[in-house]
């Protein structure tokens, strides 16, 4: 016999680091953990997406800038002050037992649909809430761009990196223009022969410029959009790329260079624009996510560029959902650890 629904306030979908502080907010607003909210998380372990990232990722602030509401992450004076991958796990870890977020683990929302409250329809059985607050991020759904052609080679995202010792004494070519693509080259480069190609030439911020600077432009550049001010252009200005240890290590070997991008592959390679080939052992392709939205798809909510209209977090075409993780669309930095904290706040606060 089918279980019957189980009914609360608000369903939180994902357990990283956005879903935390939204579970954190809702906390504080007076609601109870697995009673009166809960949070519903597809993988087996804490940590999101950051569970996922390869060990010598590091993040692009120190962390007294890189922390949810409530609790500072613990320092990290390891080296040069910005925590791997594992500090910050360890971190949201621990988050998580000290607010005692109850979250529900390998639980896969496999959709939602409407009726007089939303439906989540799980791989638990299903939920009813008031409000749902999306928060599955883009980790899932890695993107790679289509070229005409076919490579036999390895090829991997960036989501299947682990670590530079795998391609040593290979030639390997690195795709893509941001901070994932130059924090692998920086490593790979150190064992292998690699070439790094971009859509358009790379742009690297200044030596002080981190993630928290990042941030506070990004929010101002919210606040102007909103008040209807001329548009400032926020980072894009500054460039795209944070000079982490690694990729200051990497410009005093002069390898920080790219070319511009390829026409086709080949079996062994590439062809370039001006005819030439080069030939290749691996592709590692740096070129970002997408929302992962899937869950949602019942709705009919997305728009012709995929994504969801919102104002704010909340969609405006479904007010009882909200989306907060994905980017700037839901949020001034949300995808961030400080900005998804900022962005949890308000979304609770308009509940």
């Known amino acids: 016999m089918e279980a019957a629904p189980r009914e609360v306030r608000a369903v939180v979908i994902g ?6 502080a939204t579970g954190y907010y809702l906390r504080r607003s007076g609601l109870t953990p697995g009673r009166d909210f809960v949070i519903l998380d597809a993988a087996t372990t804490v940590g999101g997406a950051w569970a996922r990232m390869w060990p010598t990722l590091r993040t ?25 991958a594992a500090h910050v796990v360890d971190y ?53 761009p289509t070229y005409p052609g076919s490579f036999v080679g390895r090829q991997l995202h960036t989501a299947g990196y682990r670590r530079a010792a795998d391609f040593a004494g290979e ?23 690699t070439t790094w190609v971009t859509l358009r030439p790379p742009r690297f911020l200044p030596d002080d410029v981190d993630g928290r600077a990042l941030f506070e432009i990004a ?28 990729v200051r290590d990497a410009r005093d070997r002069d ?41 949602l798809s019942r709705l009919g909510l997305r728009g012709p560029d995929g994504l969801i209209p919102t104002h704010g977090t909340q969609a405006i075409n479904e007010p009882r959902l ?23 706040r308000d979304l609770v606060a308009g509940l």
Request: charged share 20%; net charge negative.
């Open 219 to 246: 929010t101002r550049r919210h606040r102007v959009r909103q008040l209807g001010e001329p548009d400032t252009g926020g980072v894009a200005g500054l460039g795209d790329i944070v000079m982490v240890d690694s």
């Open 92 to 144: 949201l870890t621990r988050y998580e037992e000290r607010y005692d977020l109850d979250v529900r683990r390998s639980v896969s929302v496999e959709s939602v649909s409407r009726g007089e409250k939303l439906v989540v329809h799980t791989s638990d059985g299903d939920w009813l809430a008031d409000h749902i607050i999306s928060a599955t991020g883009t980790w899932s759904r890695p993107f790679v």
């Open 255 to 295: 390898v920080l260079h790219a070319r511009r991008t390829f026409a086709r592959l080949i079996e062994h390679g590439v062809r370039w624009t001006d005819g030439g080939e080069s030939t290749f052992d691996t592709i590692v392709w740096c070129t970002g996510f997408r929302p992962a939205l899937s869950h």
């Open 171 to 193: 030639r390997v070519l690195i795709v893509g223009g941001g901070n994932s693509a130059a924090q692998i080259l920086a490593e790979v480069s150190q064992v292998a022969d």
């Open 60 to 84: 692009f602030s120190p962390t007294q800038h890189s922390s949810l509401p409530g609790w500072m992450m613990p320092p990290w004076t390891g080296d040069g002050g910005y925590p791997p």
């Open 15 to 20: 357990g990283g680091q956005a879903g935390l």
């Open 322 to 344: 909200h989306l907060i993780g994905y980017g700037d669309w839901t949020g001034p930095a949300s995808a961030t650890l400080i900005g998804a904290g900022r962005a949890a």
